[in-house]
């Protein structure tokens, strides 16, 4: 009789802890996924900004001919955060944050030349920068939240045990350095941004 109510025991222990592993692994799929989304959105908005760029400096460069410097800046800016690893880390971070503030020193040329702060093109593009910026900001917040819970839960106890078993690995925060933690500034009233 003791030996049958302890089969009974150990067979309900290893269906309980059987049904945790099973649980929490679940739990941890779903969070990885909600960081690969929530990273897919931040990728998105960069791209966008990305694009714009161009149109942005081509604009400018109609009225600006002579800051050929800093067209020659910001299309390498450009280009570098292009080429960048496309994984959040110091290197993304490094050339997003050049980019963003060769975007800056394009908008600051542009407050010299009232035409252009005038031109309705420069406007929209203006404004699309500016909705661009925001997204970034709402998806690198958004997807930094999803990171930390998927860490809190790789490194919480016992789930950490079901994460090492599976080989649930760390995703890094979208950290952009000091001085990129403030988007360019864009004035969509008609005066360009500094």
Same mark, same amino acid.
């Given at each position: 009789?003791?030996?049958?109510?302890?089969?009974?025991?150990?067979?309900?222990?290893?269906?309980?802890?059987?049904?945790?592993?099973?649980?929490?692994?679940?739990?941890?799929?779903?969070?990885?996924?909600?960081?690969?989304?929530?990273?897919?959105?931040?990728?998105?908005?960069?791209?966008?900004?990305?694009?714009?760029?161009?149109?942005?400096?081509?604009?400018?460069?109609?009225?600006?001919?002579?800051?050929?410097?800093?067209? *020659?800046?910001?299309?390498?800016?450009?280009?570098?955060?292009?080429?960048?690893?496309?994984?959040?880390?110091?290197?993304?971070?490094?050339?997003?944050?050049?980019?963003?503030?060769?975007?800056?020193?394009?908008?600051?040329?542009?407050?010299?030349?009232? *035409?252009?702060?005038?031109?309705?093109?420069?406007?929209?593009?203006?404004?699309?920068?500016?909705?661009?910026?925001?997204?970034?900001?709402?998806?690198?917040?958004?997807?930094? *939240?999803?990171?930390?819970?998927?860490?809190?839960?790789?490194?919480?106890?016992?789930?950490?045990?079901?994460?090492?078993?599976?080989?649930?690995?760390?995703?890094?925060?979208?950290?952009?350095?000091?001085?990129?933690?403030?988007?360019?500034?864009?004035?969509?009233?008609?005066?360009?941004?500094?």
């Amino acid at each position: 009789m003791r030996t049958v109510v302890a089969l009974i025991v150990v067979v309900a222990l290893v269906v309980l802890v059987g049904l945790y592993v099973l649980l929490t692994y679940n739990r941890l799929v779903a969070l990885r996924n909600n960081v690969e989304n929530s990273w897919s959105q931040v990728d998105v908005a960069l791209k966008m900004r990305h694009d714009l760029v161009p149109n942005l400096a081509e604009a400018v460069k109609g009225y600006a001919a002579h800051e050929r410097g800093t067209f *020659d800046a910001v299309t390498q800016a450009r280009t570098a955060a292009v080429a960048a690893p496309t994984e959040p880390g110091a290197a993304l971070g490094a050339a997003e944050s050049t980019l963003g503030s060769m975007i800056g020193q394009l908008l600051v040329i542009a407050e010299d030349y009232p *035409d252009l702060k005038a031109s309705t093109s420069f406007l929209a593009l203006q404004q699309q920068l500016s909705s661009i910026e925001s997204q970034i900001q709402i998806a690198r917040r958004v997807y930094n *939240d999803t990171v930390e819970t998927y860490l809190t839960k790789l490194q919480r106890i016992p789930s950490n045990f079901v994460a090492s078993a599976f080989s649930f690995a760390p995703r890094e925060f979208f950290r952009a350095p000091v001085e990129a933690q403030t988007a360019p500034s864009v004035d969509v009233g008609g005066s360009a941004a500094r």
